[in-house]
């Protein structure tokens, strides 16, 4: 195959094409991140109210391992469907952000279910961090200013909630999804929104 030097004016056309084209799929799949961002919220707000009502030892295990598998799950399919139907172009941005994304909800999934016991007092911290991690390199990704500030204050929140005692760790689990998942996700559906009027 013949490689053609590129000239800096067509890289960086090349490379402001690729991020647009990847800001463009993150816009029409901006549902996904209010959807983690609902489950994480949903969850650790049921915790609480199980726990006034003295069931959370009954329903807790239970209503966890539930929520979160049928999220990926949901998103899995959601995500196969959309690529193979639309067939949307799949850049290197998009693959990169994408295996981070699945890598990272995955490890999450482990380190809550299998090495609870071992975290302890830094789990939710940990957790709070790894996704701030995630939701920052995203927006930087495809320069959306709202996920990546959202992702700053979120890793904020992992660093406070250390501070935390272990009863409170749950608060910040919420503010950290209203803060870094849903209201970015939802600045993100109204870009979309904003584009195709």
Known sequence: MDKKNLTPEESLLLITKTIEETK???QKNGHIIILWGVITFTVFFS???LVLLGLYKKFDIIWTTILFPLGAIYTFIYTRKNINK????KTLLTRVIGTMGWVMGMNLMVLGFLFRQQLGDAMAPVFIILLALSMIVTGA????????????LLNLIGF???YLDRDYHGFSLMLGAVIGLIIPGILLNNARRKENV
Request: charged letters at 15%; zero cysteines.
């Open 47 to 49: 915790q609480y109210i």
């Open 86 to 89: 639309k067939n949307l172009p």
């Open 141 to 152: 990704s495809i320069k959306f200013k709202p996920l990546f500030i959202g992702g700053l």
């Open 160 to 162: 406070f909630t250390f």
């Open 24 to 26: 463009q799929r993150f």
